[in-house]
Protein backbone atom coordinates (compact mmCIF):
# COMPACT_ATOMS: atom_id res chain seq x y z
CA UNK A 1 0.00 0.00 0.00
CA UNK A 2 2.79 2.47 0.96
CA UNK A 3 3.89 2.22 -3.20
CA UNK A 4 0.41 2.96 -3.63
CA UNK A 5 0.42 5.93 -2.03
CA UNK A 6 3.53 7.50 -2.86
CA UNK A 7 2.02 7.59 -6.71
CA UNK A 8 -1.06 9.12 -5.10
CA UNK A 9 1.31 11.66 -3.85
CA UNK A 10 2.79 12.60 -6.84
CA UNK A 11 -0.62 13.20 -8.14
CA UNK A 12 -1.99 15.04 -5.37
CA UNK A 13 0.78 17.57 -6.71
CA UNK A 14 -1.05 18.56 -9.69
CA UNK A 15 -2.41 21.99 -8.84
CA UNK A 16 -6.01 22.04 -8.23
CA UNK A 17 -6.66 19.09 -6.64
CA UNK A 18 -7.94 18.62 -2.94
CA UNK A 19 -8.44 15.68 -1.56
CA UNK A 20 -7.79 11.73 -2.55
CA UNK A 21 -9.52 8.88 -1.22
CA UNK A 22 -8.15 5.02 -2.36
CA UNK A 23 -10.91 2.85 -1.28
CA UNK A 24 -10.81 -1.06 -1.27
CA UNK A 25 -14.70 -1.61 -1.28
CA UNK A 26 -16.00 0.70 1.38
CA UNK A 27 -12.69 1.27 2.98
CA UNK A 28 -10.48 4.20 2.80
CA UNK A 29 -7.03 2.68 2.59
CA UNK A 30 -5.16 6.20 1.94
CA UNK A 31 -6.52 9.56 2.21
CA UNK A 32 -4.94 12.62 1.10
CA UNK A 33 -5.05 16.05 1.97
CA UNK A 34 -3.52 18.72 -0.40
CA UNK A 35 -3.50 21.27 2.49
CA UNK A 36 -2.45 19.24 5.34
CA UNK A 37 1.42 18.55 5.80
CA UNK A 38 1.35 15.13 7.76
CA UNK A 39 -0.68 12.11 5.95
CA UNK A 40 0.21 9.47 7.22
CA UNK A 41 -2.55 8.18 9.50
CA UNK A 42 -6.18 8.32 10.12
CA UNK A 43 -5.88 9.72 12.87
CA UNK A 44 -3.83 12.86 11.43
CA UNK A 45 -7.07 13.55 9.13
CA UNK A 46 -8.48 16.91 9.26
CA UNK A 47 -12.82 17.14 9.63
CA UNK A 48 -12.66 18.33 6.08
CA UNK A 49 -10.83 14.82 4.91
CA UNK A 50 -13.22 12.87 6.72
CA UNK A 51 -16.06 14.51 5.01
CA UNK A 52 -14.16 13.71 1.61
CA UNK A 53 -13.67 10.31 3.00
CA UNK A 54 -17.35 9.86 3.90
CA UNK A 55 -18.85 11.53 1.36
CA UNK A 56 -16.80 8.49 -1.25
CA UNK A 57 -17.86 5.90 0.80
CA UNK A 58 -21.77 6.87 0.35
CA UNK A 59 -20.59 7.33 -3.19
CA UNK A 60 -19.41 3.35 -3.29
CA UNK A 61 -23.15 2.58 -1.71
CA UNK A 62 -25.11 4.26 -4.41
CA UNK A 63 -23.31 3.32 -7.46
CA UNK A 64 -23.11 -0.41 -6.61
CA UNK A 65 -27.20 0.28 -6.57
CA UNK A 66 -26.79 0.93 -9.86
CA UNK A 67 -24.88 -2.04 -11.05
CA UNK A 68 -27.63 -4.36 -11.64
CA UNK A 69 -29.01 -2.06 -14.56
CA UNK A 70 -25.65 -1.22 -16.29
CA UNK A 71 -25.19 -5.78 -16.39
CA UNK A 72 -28.38 -5.96 -17.62
CA UNK A 73 -27.44 -3.33 -20.36
CA UNK A 74 -24.34 -5.32 -21.13
CA UNK A 75 -22.03 -2.21 -21.25
CA UNK A 76 -19.82 -3.51 -18.77
CA UNK A 77 -18.12 -2.19 -15.56
CA UNK A 78 -19.01 1.61 -14.13
CA UNK A 79 -15.12 2.96 -14.84
CA UNK A 80 -15.46 6.74 -13.97
CA UNK A 81 -18.10 9.00 -12.18
CA UNK A 82 -18.26 12.20 -12.74
CA UNK A 83 -20.17 14.45 -10.24
CA UNK A 84 -20.27 18.12 -10.70
CA UNK A 85 -21.79 21.35 -8.61
CA UNK A 86 -21.17 24.62 -9.57
CA UNK A 87 -18.29 24.99 -7.05
CA UNK A 88 -16.41 21.87 -7.34
CA UNK A 89 -16.71 18.32 -8.61
CA UNK A 90 -15.79 14.77 -7.47
CA UNK A 91 -14.24 12.46 -9.59
CA UNK A 92 -14.78 8.86 -8.99
CA UNK A 93 -12.19 6.05 -11.06
CA UNK A 94 -12.47 2.59 -10.70
CA UNK A 95 -9.15 1.48 -10.56
CA UNK A 96 -9.41 -2.90 -10.41
CA UNK A 97 -12.31 -4.70 -9.12
CA UNK A 98 -13.16 -3.65 -5.89
CA UNK A 99 -10.96 -0.52 -5.76
CA UNK A 100 -11.52 2.77 -6.84
CA UNK A 101 -10.07 6.26 -6.50
CA UNK A 102 -12.04 9.25 -5.46
CA UNK A 103 -10.73 12.87 -6.16
CA UNK A 104 -12.06 16.40 -5.46
CA UNK A 105 -11.87 19.51 -6.98
CA UNK A 106 -12.84 23.24 -6.96
CA UNK A 107 -10.88 24.31 -9.48
CA UNK A 108 -13.36 24.12 -12.37
CA UNK A 109 -10.94 25.95 -15.06
CA UNK A 110 -9.16 22.97 -14.80
CA UNK A 111 -10.95 19.94 -14.76
CA UNK A 112 -10.80 18.58 -17.97
CA UNK A 113 -6.71 18.24 -17.03
CA UNK A 114 -7.39 16.97 -13.70
CA UNK A 115 -9.42 14.83 -14.57
CA UNK A 116 -6.50 13.20 -17.84
CA UNK A 117 -4.38 13.11 -14.80
CA UNK A 118 -6.39 11.37 -12.77
CA UNK A 119 -7.26 8.52 -15.97
CA UNK A 120 -3.44 8.65 -16.46
CA UNK A 121 -2.93 7.55 -12.70
CA UNK A 122 -5.37 5.11 -12.94
CA UNK A 123 -3.95 3.22 -15.73
CA UNK A 124 -0.22 3.71 -14.27
CA UNK A 125 -1.67 1.77 -11.22
CA UNK A 126 -4.00 -1.00 -12.96
CA UNK A 127 -0.30 -2.03 -15.20
CA UNK A 128 1.56 -3.50 -12.74
CA UNK A 129 -1.41 -5.58 -11.63
CA UNK A 130 -1.34 -6.94 -15.18
CA UNK A 131 -4.79 -5.44 -15.85
CA UNK A 132 -5.08 -3.19 -19.68
CA UNK A 133 -5.54 0.43 -19.59
CA UNK A 134 -9.43 1.81 -20.09
CA UNK A 135 -10.11 4.47 -22.02
CA UNK A 136 -11.62 6.57 -19.16
CA UNK A 137 -13.73 9.29 -20.83
CA UNK A 138 -12.58 9.01 -24.21
CA UNK A 139 -9.47 10.64 -22.73
CA UNK A 140 -7.27 7.84 -24.42
CA UNK A 141 -8.40 8.10 -28.54
CA UNK A 142 -5.10 8.77 -29.43
CA UNK A 143 -3.39 5.93 -27.70
CA UNK A 144 -2.41 2.63 -30.30
CA UNK A 145 -4.40 0.06 -28.14
CA UNK A 146 -7.37 2.07 -28.70
CA UNK A 147 -6.84 3.42 -32.13
CA UNK A 148 -8.65 1.45 -34.41
CA UNK A 149 -10.65 -0.65 -32.12
CA UNK A 150 -14.10 0.79 -31.99
CA UNK A 151 -17.04 1.23 -34.84
CA UNK A 152 -16.84 4.35 -35.15
CA UNK A 153 -12.91 5.31 -34.72
CA UNK A 154 -11.39 6.76 -37.74
CA UNK A 155 -12.91 8.44 -40.22
CA UNK A 156 -16.77 8.16 -40.28
CA UNK A 157 -18.15 5.30 -42.41
CA UNK A 158 -20.23 5.76 -45.38
CA UNK A 159 -23.45 4.45 -43.11
CA UNK A 160 -22.01 6.88 -40.38
CA UNK A 161 -22.57 10.20 -43.15
CA UNK A 162 -26.12 9.01 -43.63
CA UNK A 163 -28.89 11.69 -41.79
CA UNK A 164 -30.08 10.77 -38.76
CA UNK A 165 -33.32 12.21 -39.07
CA UNK A 166 -35.47 8.94 -40.98
CA UNK A 167 -33.64 7.09 -38.07
CA UNK A 168 -34.97 8.74 -35.25
CA UNK A 169 -37.48 7.06 -32.80
CA UNK A 170 -39.34 8.27 -30.36
CA UNK A 171 -39.81 5.94 -27.18
CA UNK A 172 -41.91 7.71 -24.80
CA UNK A 173 -45.93 7.00 -23.91
CA UNK A 174 -48.43 8.99 -24.70
CA UNK A 175 -48.39 12.29 -22.40
CA UNK A 176 -48.75 16.00 -23.56
CA UNK A 177 -46.80 16.91 -26.34
CA UNK A 178 -43.66 18.86 -25.92
CA UNK A 179 -43.64 22.46 -27.42
CA UNK A 180 -42.33 22.21 -30.60
CA UNK A 181 -38.95 23.87 -30.16
CA UNK A 182 -37.96 21.82 -27.15
CA UNK A 183 -38.87 18.63 -29.53
CA UNK A 184 -36.65 20.04 -32.00
CA UNK A 185 -33.55 20.67 -30.11
CA UNK A 186 -33.47 16.99 -29.03
CA UNK A 187 -33.96 16.02 -32.28
CA UNK A 188 -31.15 17.90 -33.20
CA UNK A 189 -29.30 17.11 -30.89
CA UNK A 190 -28.58 13.34 -31.74
CA UNK A 191 -25.13 12.69 -33.75
CA UNK A 192 -23.97 9.18 -34.90
CA UNK A 193 -20.51 10.51 -33.59
CA UNK A 194 -21.78 11.64 -30.29
CA UNK A 195 -24.98 11.47 -28.48
CA UNK A 196 -27.03 8.26 -29.50
CA UNK A 197 -30.04 8.84 -26.97
CA UNK A 198 -31.80 12.02 -25.13
CA UNK A 199 -34.43 12.29 -22.71
CA UNK A 200 -36.17 15.36 -21.33
CA UNK A 201 -37.71 14.63 -17.69
CA UNK A 202 -40.33 16.58 -16.16
CA UNK A 203 -40.36 14.22 -13.51
CA UNK A 204 -39.49 10.56 -13.07
CA UNK A 205 -42.39 9.34 -14.72
CA UNK A 206 -42.97 11.86 -17.26
CA UNK A 207 -40.90 12.25 -20.27
CA UNK A 208 -39.61 12.22 -23.72
CA UNK A 209 -37.44 10.02 -25.32
CA UNK A 210 -35.74 10.15 -28.43
CA UNK A 211 -32.91 7.43 -30.27
CA UNK A 212 -30.89 6.62 -33.31
CA UNK A 213 -30.17 3.24 -32.19
CA UNK A 214 -31.69 1.99 -35.20
CA UNK A 215 -29.29 4.20 -37.43
CA UNK A 216 -27.10 1.21 -39.56
CA UNK A 217 -23.69 2.74 -38.00
CA UNK A 218 -24.60 1.70 -34.64
CA UNK A 219 -25.31 -1.74 -35.65
CA UNK A 220 -22.56 -3.36 -33.87
CA UNK A 221 -24.23 -1.85 -30.42
CA UNK A 222 -26.98 -4.31 -30.91
CA UNK A 223 -25.53 -8.06 -31.85
CA UNK A 224 -27.23 -8.75 -28.77
CA UNK A 225 -29.16 -6.01 -27.46
CA UNK A 226 -32.40 -5.28 -28.92
CA UNK A 227 -32.88 -1.07 -29.82
CA UNK A 228 -36.18 -1.89 -27.76
CA UNK A 229 -34.51 -4.00 -24.81
CA UNK A 230 -31.84 -0.56 -24.44
CA UNK A 231 -34.74 1.92 -24.65
CA UNK A 232 -36.77 0.19 -21.79
CA UNK A 233 -33.53 -0.34 -20.07
CA UNK A 234 -32.47 3.58 -20.07
CA UNK A 235 -36.28 4.14 -19.73
CA UNK A 236 -36.02 2.58 -16.37
CA UNK A 237 -32.50 4.04 -15.34
CA UNK A 238 -34.18 7.74 -15.93
CA UNK A 239 -36.60 6.81 -13.12
CA UNK A 240 -34.15 5.66 -11.08
CA UNK A 241 -31.64 8.93 -11.20
CA UNK A 242 -33.94 11.26 -9.55
CA UNK A 243 -33.38 9.52 -6.32
CA UNK A 244 -29.92 8.45 -7.05
CA UNK A 245 -28.63 12.17 -7.49
CA UNK A 246 -31.07 13.11 -4.01
CA UNK A 247 -28.80 11.26 -2.41
CA UNK A 248 -26.00 12.13 -4.21
CA UNK A 249 -26.62 15.73 -2.94
CA UNK A 250 -26.75 14.82 0.17
CA UNK A 251 -23.63 12.98 0.03
CA UNK A 252 -21.87 15.97 -1.16
CA UNK A 253 -23.65 18.54 0.62
CA UNK A 254 -20.50 18.50 3.47
CA UNK A 255 -17.71 18.86 1.44
CA UNK A 256 -19.25 20.97 -1.63
CA UNK A 257 -21.75 24.18 -2.01
CA UNK A 258 -24.56 23.85 -4.14
CA UNK A 259 -26.61 20.97 -5.93
CA UNK A 260 -25.63 18.66 -8.79
CA UNK A 261 -25.79 20.67 -12.27
CA UNK A 262 -23.85 17.39 -13.74
CA UNK A 263 -23.30 13.68 -13.25
CA UNK A 264 -21.35 11.35 -15.76
CA UNK A 265 -21.86 7.55 -15.40
CA UNK A 266 -18.85 6.12 -17.76
CA UNK A 267 -18.59 2.46 -18.36
CA UNK A 268 -16.76 0.07 -20.77
CA UNK A 269 -18.86 0.95 -23.64
CA UNK A 270 -20.38 4.52 -23.70
CA UNK A 271 -21.97 7.04 -20.92
CA UNK A 272 -24.78 7.99 -19.19
CA UNK A 273 -25.38 10.86 -18.65
CA UNK A 274 -27.70 13.35 -16.17
CA UNK A 275 -28.56 17.38 -16.80
CA UNK A 276 -30.57 19.27 -14.45
CA UNK A 277 -32.93 21.70 -15.73
CA UNK A 278 -34.98 24.24 -13.70
CA UNK A 279 -37.85 23.32 -12.10
CA UNK A 280 -36.67 19.86 -10.90
CA UNK A 281 -36.85 18.90 -14.80
CA UNK A 282 -33.46 16.92 -16.03
CA UNK A 283 -32.27 15.60 -19.41
CA UNK A 284 -30.84 12.33 -19.75
CA UNK A 285 -28.48 11.33 -22.60
CA UNK A 286 -26.50 8.08 -23.62
CA UNK A 287 -23.64 7.12 -26.09
CA UNK A 288 -22.93 3.93 -26.90
CA UNK A 289 -19.22 4.67 -27.76
CA UNK A 290 -17.03 4.90 -25.80
CA UNK A 291 -14.63 7.08 -28.22
CA UNK A 292 -17.08 9.63 -27.93
CA UNK A 293 -17.81 9.88 -24.77
CA UNK A 294 -16.16 13.88 -24.51
CA UNK A 295 -18.21 14.32 -27.39
CA UNK A 296 -21.67 13.26 -25.94
CA UNK A 297 -21.04 14.91 -22.86
CA UNK A 298 -20.67 18.34 -24.51
CA UNK A 299 -23.46 17.77 -26.45
CA UNK A 300 -25.77 17.28 -23.60
CA UNK A 301 -24.17 20.50 -21.93
CA UNK A 302 -24.48 22.93 -24.99
CA UNK A 303 -28.42 21.64 -25.21
CA UNK A 304 -29.01 21.38 -21.17
CA UNK A 305 -28.16 25.38 -21.39
CA UNK A 306 -30.04 26.02 -24.67
CA UNK A 307 -33.02 24.44 -23.18
CA UNK A 308 -32.33 26.36 -19.41
CA UNK A 309 -31.65 29.62 -21.05
CA UNK A 310 -35.09 29.20 -23.52
Same mark, same amino acid.
Given at each position: ?????????????? =??????????????????????????? #??????????? =? %???????? *??? #????? +?????????????????????????? =??? +??????? /????????? &???????????????????????????? #??????????????????????????? #????? /??????????????????????? *??? !????? /?????? *? $?? !????? &? $? +? %???????????????????????? %????????????????????? =?????????????? +????? /????? %???????????????????
Amino acid at each position: MAHLAARLEQLLQA =EGLTHLVLYDGDTAKVVLDASTASRDG #ESLLSQESASH =E %RAGRQLYY *ILE #ELEPD +FTALRTGALIRTVLRVPTGTVLYYLV =EPG +FHLYGAT /TAMDRLTDL &DARMAECVNGLRLPARYSPLNYGALFND #EPWVRGTGPLSGPPSPSASLPVGPYVA #ENHPA /TPALPPDVAAALRSALDVQGLHY *IAY !HQSPT /TSWGYD *I $FD !HPALA &D $F +F %RVQTPDRRRSRYSRMGQLLPGVTR %RMNLSLRAILQGELVQVVLDV =EQGAVYYHALPDQC +FLMGV /TLDQS %RVTEADQQVARLGSELAEG
